[in-house]
């Protein structure tokens, strides 16, 4: 059984950083795709950000050129760099396994103003 499970939230002040990370156990984790969403109060959940098996990454025109993805196979870990944080960032943030099509528990991310 695939598990995903996120950590590294927390709350932080506007123009903050954090570090999400998310661990995978049960899967092939090095050949599989890998995302992240979130989800504000009252909102839809939406994508963020995507890393594929060969390192290609895909961003939210919302996040660019302040977020990272990036993963490491040894570890079974996706991260995501998060810099420049601003209040509207705030939500629980999951990960996703697109080919195993498993979502962990999130993390809650708050950026206070």
């Known amino acids: 059984q695939v598990r995903l499970v996120e950590s590294g939230g927390g709350l932080v002040q506007a123009g903050g950083s954090l570090r999400l990370s998310c661990t995978a156990s049960?899967?092939?984790?090095?050949?599989?795709?890998m995302g992240w969403f979130r989800q504000a109060p009252g909102k839809q959940r939406e994508f963020v950000a995507l890393?594929?098996?060969?390192?290609?990454?895909n961003y939210a025109d919302s996040v660019k050129g302040r977020f990272t993805i990036s993963r490491d196979n040894a570890k079974n870990t996706v991260y995501l760099q998060m810099n420049s944080l601003k209040p509207e960032d705030t939500g629980v943030y999951y990960c996703k396994d697109y080919v195993e099509g498993t979502w962990g528990q999130g993390t809650q991310v708050t950026v206070s103003s």
């Open positions: 049960g899967s092939i984790f090095r050949i599989n795709s």
């Open positions: 890393i594929s098996s060969g390192q290609n990454t």
